[in-house]
T-cell receptor, first 116, second 112 residues
């Protein structure tokens, strides 16, 4: 079975531009989360979506937005790019959002975003 | 919010020896603790996880132990092999959502 797939794998943008990153979850998974991983650090939570609704948001500015589609795939959008947005953007999927239940998250290989 | 710390930052071991990585967490409400392995150019791969109602879990050469009182959990890798060389991340999930808080990672180097 296919794992979490993300596109594109690499992207180079300049300051002030806008970017859209895409994610397809594991088949049967309905929840998608986005994380930002700066070089040398652990992933940091940005958003969680379930059934097209935002279920959680991390400490990121409003320049970051996301949405989930009826087929459970998701997009992450970042406006007015800054040099500090350079990072690996990871998508993770799970069956459900997970509260007290066991809902492991599985990650894709990410999109490497470089801002010049 | 939850704060997760990992020690040591880098660990070198001889092939065949054991490696242990420790993590501490701050939120006593955290109820799920996964470990991820990340190789160069790849995303984090889930290798083992443990829920707060369990003290220890083992999967072949990998084991995780949890001490809820002290709020720390550890990854144990026995009979290390060169392919175990990678960055390992611990994480904690606070009940109420599936948001994971990650540590900064440990670089494990297995010397042949």
């Amino acid at each position: 079975d296919a794992g979490v797939t993300q596109s594109p794998t690499h992207l180079i943008k300049t300051r002030g531009q806008h970017v859209t990153l895409r994610c397809s979850p594991i088949s049967g998974h309905k929840s998608v989360s986005w994380y930002q991983q700066v070089l040398g650090q652990g992933p940091q939570f940005i958003f969680q979506y379930y059934e097209k609704e935002e279920r959680g948001r991390g400490n990121f500015p409003d320049r970051f937005s996301a949405r989930q589609f009826p087929n459970y795939s998701s997009e992450l959008n970042v406006n007015a790019l800054l040099l500090g947005d350079s990072a690996l953007y990871l998508c993770a999927s799970s069956s459900y959002p997970g509260t007290s239940s066991y809902q492991p998250q599985h990650f894709g290989d990410g999109t490497r975003l470089s801002i010049l | 919010g939850e704060n997760v710390e990992q020690h040591p930052s880098t660990l070198s071991v001889q092939e065949g020896d054991s490696a242990v990585i420790k993590c501490t967490y701050s939120d006593s409400a955290s109820n799920y603790f996964p470990w991820y392995k990340q190789e160069l150019g790849k995303g984090p791969q889930l290798i083992i996880d443990i829920r707060s109602n369990v003290g220890e879990k083992k999967d072949q050469r990998i084991a995780v132990t949890l001490n809820k009182t002290a709020k720390h959990f550890s990854l144990h890798i026995t009979e290390t092999q060169p392919e175990d060389s990678a960055v390992y991340f611990c994480a904690a999930r606070t009940g109420g959502n599936n948001r994971l808080a990650f540590g900064k990672g440990n670089q494990v180097v297995v010397i042949p």
